[in-house]
């Protein structure tokens, strides 16, 4: 029997993934809009298995260790809008040819407030048309994007406690499943 390693495995659910879009253009590769709706999937399952398995559990049941804006030095966890970040910042090292963010029109940390107008514009809809995604094209420095943008909403508990608690936070009133932000893909096209 072959052996798979886990990478291998990572690469073939990806490809899985892409392939099983069914959204294939007449050149036989895929539109920017289920290249983007496959990377949010892939991104909202990490996002929300890492935020209830780890944070939720660790934090707000168990009680063992805190998540903190400044884990490092006091030990704790990095938050799930730290983790998304940090594998942003990596993917983007590796090249990638396409970017993505979380921002919100309620940030806690001001660099993760909207600047574009596709941006203010995708997280106003999001808002206040819950469960839908937000699709539009955007010229940033003379390149044509697709942009995307999807709902984060409040998956756990530890999500409505921190950002209602937070003393630089400009909304405190989240409810569990409501939208708190939402996640920008760009692709060049």
Not at 117 to 128: C, Q, Y
Not at 158 to 170: E, F, L, T, V
Request: aromatic content about 8%; glycine content about 8%.
């Amino acid at each position: 029997m072959m052996k798979i390693s886990p990478k291998a495995v990572s690469a073939l659910g990806a490809i899985a993934l892409l392939a099983g879009c069914g959204a294939e253009t007449g050149g036989g590769g895929i539109t920017p809009q289920a290249m983007s709706d496959a990377l949010h999937s892939v991104m909202e399952a990490d996002r929300t298995v890492y935020t209830r398995l780890i944070i939720n559990r660790l934090q707000n049941e168990e009680k063992v260790i805190k998540a903190s804006e400044h884990w490092k030095d006091e030990k704790g966890l990095v938050l799930p809008a730290q983790m998304f970040r940090y594998g942003s910042e990596m993917v983007a090292e590796k090249g990638a040819k396409f970017s993505y963010s979380l921002l919100s029109l309620w940030p806690i940390n001001k660099q993760n407030e909207p600047r574009t107008e596709a941006e203010k514009t995708g997280l106003k809809f999001i808002a206040d048309n819950p469960g839908k995604n937000y699709y539009t094209e955007e010229v940033l420095a003379g390149t044509q994007y697709f942009t995307a943008v999807y709902p984060d909403v409040a998956v756990a508990q530890a999500c409505i406690s921190c950002h209602n608690d937070h003393k630089d936070s400009p909304r405190t009133d989240f409810k569990m499943g409501e939208v708190m932000g939402g996640v920008i893909i760009r692709i060049p096209l």
